[in-house]
């Protein structure tokens, strides 16, 4: 339950915002991201860079990163859209609507992320035995996060 009372449905990118959320507030401050990025779970970040990531997703420019903001931004709105979208559709070269092994390794190349065989095998699995579905995605991205990347 969110500080406004309403009851906020789970989504795959819920575990993701609590983890940013260090206060539990409902809202990601430039403090939440400031102690996120400086407890070493990823590189540090500046004031600035921290300020940019807020403004690119505080659609109501309150300062705050509401959990509606957050998943327009990373997340596939009701309606499509979103950063996320957008890299899904580019690790899926052939357009099925599930990222394969071909082209999970492919993206991971072109991004220069070194993964092994064993690496790519491991996330298809965990995204489903046909390939990873957006929604899969999205899972695997918010348990990483939550289980500090």
Known sequence: MCPAGRVLAPGPLRPAFDVLDADSDGKISHDDLKAFFSSGVAAALSDE???SMISAADADR???VEFEEFERVLGRPRGGGGVMAEAFHVMDRDGDGKVGFGDLKAYLEMAGLPASDDDIWTMIRMGGSDGISFDA??????????NGL
Do not use: M, S
């Open 62 to 64: 309150d300062g705050l």
């Open 137 to 146: 995605l999205l899972k695997i991205l918010a348990v990483d996060l939550a």
């Open 49 to 51: 860079d921290i300020g």
